[in-house]
């Protein structure tokens, strides 16, 4: 095994071709004589960057007329607060934990008042996320927030809940652009960049345009949704850099066939590496089947003893950052849009192989 993968959770792996890009433009962009990195984000050149990376968003993501593109700062927790800020007016909102992420979103939106919790599995460990039909909320709620994906806990909603009568707010930083997804059925869609767009220090937000203007008065410019979109995400300098290299990374999507094509590829890789799992005597998920996650595979040995042998002894066949979250220990193969299916093959005899020496 010649060939190096990378199944980090986040940051995480890009396609190659784009970082071969990045880095034939890195030091002279398009002639420019500068540098991406250097340019003033109001300048003629940097401009045109941030408008094909939206409208190539856009397009690949088929986002609505009547939704607003922000690029933002401070990350997916960030939203944690500045959703109740910019939504909740004084109403009350319920939030869905299926997994670590969103019970941190419930926990960090307790400053303010009226949230409720609308479903949670932690009773369950996670194994399967509530389902949409058990989820408590009042029609009068300003929003109902949940995560599409769990990247620890390697859970996933594959349909969005179509019952719910107010906006859903949903978490989409590990799983957004894996696949088509229907935003109108969405009020707001957030998402760390680093899972599966592009470098850290971005973090992208879809907002239905009437949505966008509740915040609270206190509310900070940056942190303001319109304030934001009124300056085309320019209300101090944004993440230029990243915001151009995942420009580049929603090119790359287009040219390998958009999400219908990406999707199928990852339904490809997921079920390849499952299946073997399930077959597999010596290693275990223990997911609900309707919720495992297509990106973040969390796995165990039923000896744990073995685990930690297992990430050096991966590591040392080029098979990178398959240790499991601090929190709840074991393996996990994060394996987004970038992950081509070989790097699950090698994967997948790795694991043969050490089964085959351990068992
Ligand atoms: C990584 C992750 C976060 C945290 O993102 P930051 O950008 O580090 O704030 C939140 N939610 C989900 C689902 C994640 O995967």
Redesign the pocket.
Known sequence: MSCRYNFS??PAILPKEVLEQVQSELIDWHGTGMSVIEMSHRGKQYLPILDEAENDLRNIFSIPKNYKVLFLQ??????NFMVPMNLLAGRSASYVASGY??K??YNDAQPFENIHLAASSESIDFIKAPDASEWKYSTSDAYVHF??????HGVEYFDVPESIKVPLVC????NILSRPMDIDKFGVIY?????NIGP?GL?LLIVRDDLIDFADKKTPTTFNWKIQSDNKSMINTPSTFSIYVAGLVFKWIEKNGGLKMIEKKNIEKADYLYKYIDSSSFYYNNIDKNNRSRMNVPFRIHDDELTMKFVAEAEEQGLYQLKGHRLVGGLRASIYNAMPMEGIEALVEFMEIFEKKYQ
């Open positions: 959770a986040g401070g990350g997916a927790i960030t939203q992420w969103s941190r979103t995560c599409m994906n769990e990247t620890i978490d989409m930083s590990s998402a760390g960049a680093q899972k850290a973090t």
